[in-house]
């Protein structure tokens, strides 16, 4: 589908991938709902460099955890805007909320990693689909690696969630595939501007090391703008 005057829902765009990703649907026609949780300047920072690319949008904060506040933003959004054509996933708690090892990870700290993730797409995804109409487009972003090897102990509880929410990615492509709505989860590896910079200084410089010296072909880190272009091409027709 053409972009142009689409209206999309990009959760934990205030900043990092999220911000990547609105400003790339918004430089090619689309309204973008800018979903925050805590940081009301940056969303608000998002929605100025919206405009800057000719776009607009709205700001929406919502504590993803809670069933009850993903339903609440979805009711915004449609008082807004009327439709969704375009609904990103890609919110999450902030690290200090989930980020312990398997042996020591609260239950509190697993629910968080786990409402996050699996519960709010569930929810969300049935939400969007009530002001969806065919042929629209569902995107999640995940992170393969962190269910897969387990090496990254105290990323088990988003690990887990993560993988939880890939799973229902695949359920929901077929569940939807006859209104010709397409789901798809994107995997980034290590992006500038993302969880990567909450790690310790000599963690990032050991991560960028490895980019430099030929880990990834491109010899670099991806970026937020990288992690747009995909969605907006998983966008297109």
Request: one cysteine or more; aromatic letters at 6%.
């Amino acid at each position: 589908m053409s972009l142009d005057g689409k209206h999309a829902l990009v959760t934990g765009s205030s900043r990092g991938i999220g911000r990547g990703i609105a400003l790339k649907l918004g430089g090619k026609g689309v309204k973008v709902a800018i979903h925050y949780h805590k940081n009301e300047a940056a969303a608000k920072d998002t929605l100025a460099k919206l405009r800057k690319l000719g776009s607009d949008g709205i700001i929406i904060q919502a504590d993803i955890c809670r069933p009850e506040e993903v339903s609440r933003m979805f009711g915004r959004v449609k008082s807004e805007f009327g439709k969704l054509d375009v609904f990103v996933s890609n919110a999450r708690p902030d690290v200090p909320e989930f980020y312990q090892g398997p042996m020591n990870i609260t239950l509190d700290q697993w629910d968080t990693a786990l409402n996050s993730q699996a519960k709010a797409f569930l929810v969300a995804v049935r939400e969007v689909c009530r002001m969806m109409d065919d042929g629209g487009r569902i995107v999640a972003i995940t992170y393969a690696p962190g269910g897969r090897t387990g090496s990254w102990q105290s990323w088990v509880g988003m690990g887990a969630a993560k993988s939880a929410m890939e799973s229902l990615c695949r359920y929901f492509a077929v569940a939807l595939a006859k209104r010709g709505i397409t789901v798809n989860a994107i995997s980034p590896g290590w992006i500038e501007d993302s969880v990567l910079n909450t790690l310790p200084d000599a963690v990032q410089e050991m991560v960028r090391t490895w980019h430099r010296g030929g880990w990834t072909p491109m010899g670099r880190l991806g970026t937020p703008a990288d992690i747009g272009n995909a969605v907006a091409l998983l966008c297109s027709e």
